[in-house]
T-cell receptor, first 114, second 114 residues
């Protein structure tokens, strides 16, 4: 069974204190890994897609990287407005259909203090 | 503005009283899906639709029904709600040309079943 684990569950940073969030996976045939941001009371907002080990994507203070077993979301010099829950999801060959299966992690709650 | 609109946003109901949560998207997306989000369990897929008149079960379809008569609408029907269906529900969509995990989410519908 595909498993996606995000760590830590919660992370508190001071403004400007860089850090990383982790998404590790044990899946059958990775087709893609996706990062989302979710603000309180809102739906998840798509950030990045990564398809193969070694791939990196950047957007403002965020950089997502992918290895064969995990993905990291690096946050450089975070600001209070980066506070949110960050979700990762993996698309795999599981599910018994050509469509495959999308499995979400439980998320990391990031709080950035001024 | 491109968006996925869900209604109602908040609903308190009683066991057994049929209800429908509507979802509408204005982006002409072929794919639409319903998820529920529960603490500690993350986002789990209920049903999805690849196009009009094409629907299929996700991971947790029991107790739910869907229909896709028009491209823009994908209502979620709870024929006889039970307390274990108390949850935060999200509708999502994407065009067929985008990656499987690159979803546009609505703002959520918080349902409480007493």
């Amino acid at each position: 069974e595909d498993q996606v684990t995000q760590s830590p569950e919660a992370l508190r940073l001071q403004e400007g204190e860089s850090s990383s969030l982790n998404c590790s996976y044990t899946v059958s045939g990775l087709r893609g890994l996706f990062w989302y941001r979710q603000d309180p009371g809102k739906g998840p907002e798509f950030l990045f897609t990564l398809y193969s080990a070694g791939e990196e994507k950047e957007k403002e203070r965020l950089k997502a990287t992918l290895t064969k077993k995990e993905s990291f979301l690096h946050i450089t010099a975070p600001k209070p407005e980066d506070s949110a829950t960050y979700l990762c999801a993996v698309h795999t060959r599981a599910g018994g259909t050509s469509y495959g299966k999308l499995t979400f992690g439980q998320g990391t709650i990031l709080t950035v203090h001024p | 503005e491109a968006q996925v609109t869900q209604n109602p946003r908040y609903l308190i109901t009683v066991t057994g009283k049929k209800l429908t949560v509507t979802c509408s998207q204005n982006m002409n997306h072929e794919y639409m899906s319903w998820y529920r989000q529960d603490p500690g369990l993350g986002l789990r897929q209920i049903y999805y639709s690849m196009n009009v008149e094409v629907t299929d079960k996700g991971d947790v379809p029991e107790g739910y029904k869907v229909s896709r008569k028009e491209k823009r609408n994908f209502p979620l029907i709870l024929e006889s709600p039970s307390p274990n269906q108390t949850s935060l529900y999200f509708c999502a969509s994407r065009p067929q040309t985008r990656g499987t995990g690159e979803l546009f989410f609505g703002e959520g519908s918080r349902l409480t079943v007493l």
